[in-house]
């Protein structure tokens, strides 16, 4: 459904690769249950809760106050697509930071201790 909609609604989506747009759209239709183009709080929190143990409590408000740019009280697809690249942008300036070697690989050598 929100596959025609790229390019001329969504212009952050626009700029997408393919890989990362199917991504996207795959994550946000996993999140958006009652399929209303929106994410809300609870989606969010349902969402994050079945994914992974790894998010903090309340990490879905935290999620919800940083890419809500609208103020809508949810996430539409434009908005959930510059969080997520906003995210990964931090990640892998924080991955960059601790590379410091430019292996690619920070975790080398971590696991043979195991």
Known sequence: MLRWLR?????????LSEDDYFRYQVLFEDL??????????MELKEGLKNWSSSFGLNSEK????AG??????GLDFEEFVRYL???E???????KS???NNDV??????????
């Open 62 to 65: 935290d999620i919800l106050q």
């Open 68 to 73: 809500d740019t609208n103020h809508s009280a």
């Open 98 to 100: 601790l590379d410091k």
């Open 7 to 15: 390019g001329f609604v969504l212009p952050t989506a626009a700029c």
């Open 32 to 41: 958006d249950r009652n399929g209303d183009g929106v994410v809300d709080i």
């Open 85 to 87: 690249q906003d995210h």
């Open 105 to 114: 690989s920070v975790l080398k050598g971590t696991f043979t201790s195991l």
């Open 89 to 95: 942008k931090k990640m892998k300036l924080a991955f």
